[in-house]
Antibody, heavy 122, light 111 residues
Framework: EVQLVQSGAEVKKPGESLKISCKGS????????IGWVRQMPGKGLEWMGI????????RYSPSFQGQVTISADKSISTAYLQWSSLKASDTAMYYC???????????????WGQGTLVTVSS | QSVLTQPPSASGTPGQRVTISCSGS????????VYWYQQLPGTAPKLLIY???QRPSGVPDRFSGSKSGTSASLAISGLRSEDEADYYCAAWDDSLSGRVVFGGGTKLTVL
């Protein structure tokens, strides 16, 4: 079974750093893109960026470029999303999702992780 | 403001057919595949339709997708109470060095 399992909920203070994870199993981790999607409370889905673990090719949404860092460790089939200095406005649910295989990026995401809730509050 | 435009809400009674629209432009829907996602309350999104009109295994044939020009639609026939969810369209957008864009989402209520 193809599965993505994300790390648990986090409560942080403004200015703190954070790295959340997404572990893939049941498929060739290096052959599929992994995307990250933000969902703020009561709001819609926003694409943050995507990484190809095979060669670490990474693309960011212009809205998130410079705000977060996406990385992957193919030796442990895990992708990461990290912040160097959190803001209250980063409070949201963050989902990882397996993208398409190969060099072309599509808006195809299946399956999705269960989500990681990040709360940033002083 | 989302790049793809969806109605914020839709509704229908059990057994009815409802459609949800998704409007874009030549840089996204007009030149790339459209995908649809279903998000049941309190859960992660799930792929519902891929490549405009294809259903993943396990998705009932009550769900269908179509695309024409720069617009797409999701149709749900034989509406059931368990279809009450948020629905999102998505596509690759060729502008700004390329990005995935989502619609703002449509909340479907089964009356």
């Amino acid at each position: 079974e193809v599965q993505l399992v994300q790390s648990g909920a986090e409560v942080k203070k403004p200015g703190e750093s954070l790295k959340i994870s997404c572990k893939g199993s049941g498929y060739s981790f290096t052959s599929y893109w992994i995307g990250w999607v933000r969902q703020m409370p009561g709001k819609g889905l926003e694409w943050m960026g995507i990484i190809y673990p095979g060669d670490s090719d990474t693309r960011y949404s212009p809205s998130f470029q410079g705000q977060v860092t996406i990385s992957a460790d193919k030796s442990i089939s895990t992708a990461y999303l990290q912040w160097s200095s959190l803001k209250a406005s980063d409070t949201a649910m963050y989902y990882c999702a397996r993208g398409a295989s190969g060099i072309t990026i599509f808006a195809w995401f299946d399956p999705w992780g269960q989500g990681t809730l990040v709360t940033v509050s002083s | 403001q989302s790049v793809l435009t969806q109605p914020p809400s839709a509704s229908g009674t059990p057994g009815q057919r409802v459609t949800i629209s998704c409007s874009g432009s030549s840089s996204n829907i007009g030149s790339n595949y459209v995908y649809w996602y279903q998000q049941l309350p309190g859960t992660a999104p799930k792929l519902l339709i891929y490549r405009n009109n294809q259903r993943p295994s396990g998705v009932p044939d009550r769900f269908s997708g179509s695309k024409s020009g720069t617009s797409a639609s999701l149709a749900i026939s034989g509406l059931r109470s368990e279809d009450e969810a948020d629905y999102y369209c998505a596509a690759w957008d060729d502008s700004l060095s390329g990005r995935v864009v989502f619609g703002g989402g449509t909340k479907l209520t089964v009356l």
